[in-house]
């Protein structure tokens, strides 16, 4: 069975510092990767996602991943962190088995300091 | 824009009484989700449906069950709610296939509690 594994539960960022959330899965296929993130007692938001081609994927609100297969995983950067990006972060697999349905990741939660 | 309603933010029942979540969706996707999130566990999958009157079992339905009589409204029911169902329910839909990719479009979010 799929499985993504988000090793950061938590994670404290400086305004303007760097950001990198890390994301393993587990699939025996060509996966299907989403980054959705939440703010506070919203849905889930569409960051990015990779299907196939050019291994470095560009998303809203400055955010990029990469897919990389050796390592089984899809990284989400932003090269300066704004305050309004506290939030949770969620990484994402889809299985196409009849149907589709995506397996998440337990979250990391980015708290940002001034 | 495409959106996902769920009808009520925020709920508060007792113990024993029957729920019911419903969700509304404006895409005309074929597929419809529920998940439950609740904290360090992540969001996992209760029910799903492919199409009308039809449902699939996902990770933790116990407890749970599901209607689906229209394309666009997808209702999840808690029979007899217990303090343990406390959580907040996530709707989602997408379109079906590979070539959609499965990405899904979530709604806000039903924010139940069971006292």
């Known amino acids: 069975a799929q499985s993504v594994t988000q090793p950061d539960i938590h994670i404290t960022v400086s305004e303007g510092a760097s950001l990198e959330l890390r994301c393993n899965y587990s699939?025996?296929?060509?996966?299907?990767l989403f980054w959705y993130v939440q703010s506070p007692g919203q849905g889930l938001q569409l960051l990015l996602k990779?299907?196939?081609?050019?291994?470095l994927v560009q998303g809203i609100k400055g955010f990029e991943a990469e897919f990389k297969r050796s390592q089984s995983s899809f990284n989400l950067r932003k090269p300066s962190v704004h305050w309004s990006d506290a939030a949770e972060y969620f990484c994402?697999?889809?299985?196409?088995?009849?149907?589709?349905?995506?397996?998440f990741g337990k979250g990391t939660m980015l708290l940002v300091s001034p | 824009d495409v959106k996902v309603t769920q009808s009520s933010r925020y709920l508060v029942k007792r113990t024993g009484e029957k729920v019911f979540l419903e969700c509304v969706q404006d895409?005309?996707?074929?597929?419809m989700f529920w998940y439950r999130q609740d904290p360090g566990l992540g969001l996992r999958l209760i029910y799903f449906?492919?199409?009308?009157?039809?449902?699939e079992k996902g990770d933790i339905p116990e407890g749970y069950s599901v209607s689906r009589e229209k394309k666009e409204r997808f209702s999840l029911i808690l029979e007899s709610a217990s303090t343990n169902q406390t959580s907040m329910y996530l709707c989602?839909?997408?379109?079906?296939?590979?070539?959609?990719?499965?990405?899904?479009?979530f709604g806000e979010g039903s924010r139940l509690t069971v006292l």
């Open positions: 989602a839909s997408s379109e079906p296939g590979q070539g959609a990719g499965g990405e899904l479009f």
């Open positions: 994402a697999v889809a299985l196409f088995s009849g149907y589709s349905t995506l397996t």
């Open positions: 699939y025996g296929a060509t996966p299907y």
């Open positions: 449906s492919y199409d009308v009157k039809m449902k």
């Open positions: 895409m005309d996707h074929e597929n």
């Open positions: 990779y299907f196939s081609g050019d291994t």
